[in-house]
């Protein structure tokens, strides 16, 4: 069974920073890509960055700049350096993988809170 399991949520003042980790673990042959995704309460969830297997890198234009993602393919853990803190930045924070395991399929994490205040 495949797990996703993030850490590294908090309070944190505007400014500042936090660092997400979120390390998949059980049978799993390859990791495709993995995500950072987020979402406050009554809105979609949100992508906001990529890493591929071959360390390309995406993210959407309200983090760009900001926030830096990064992967231990050797730990199965990817991290999520989030710099200059805003209070819009609030929400549950999910990171998700693209892997193959049994089958190839879309894994989530339990999601960890992320509050910054003004």
């Known amino acids: 069974q495949v797990q996703l399991v993030e850490s590294g949520g908090g309070l944190v003042q505007s400014g500042g920073s936090l660092r997400l980790s979120c390390a998949a673990s059980?049978?799993?042959?390859?990791?495709?890509?993995m995500y950072w995704y987020r979402q406050v309460p009554g809105k979609q969830r949100e992508r906001i960055a990529t890493i591929s297997a071959s360390d390309y890198t995406e993210y959407a234009d309200s983090v760009k700049g900001r926030f830096t993602i990064s992967i231990d393919n050797a730990k199965q853990t990817v991290y999520l350096q989030m710099n200059i803190l805003k209070p819009e930045d609030t929400a549950v924070y999910y990171c998700?993988?693209?892997?193959?395991?049994?089958?190839?399929?879309?894994?989530w994490g339990q999601g960890t809170q992320v509050t910054v205040s003004s």
């Open positions: 998700g993988a693209d892997l193959q395991s049994q089958y190839r399929g879309f894994c």
């Open positions: 059980g049978s799993i042959s390859t990791i495709y890509n």
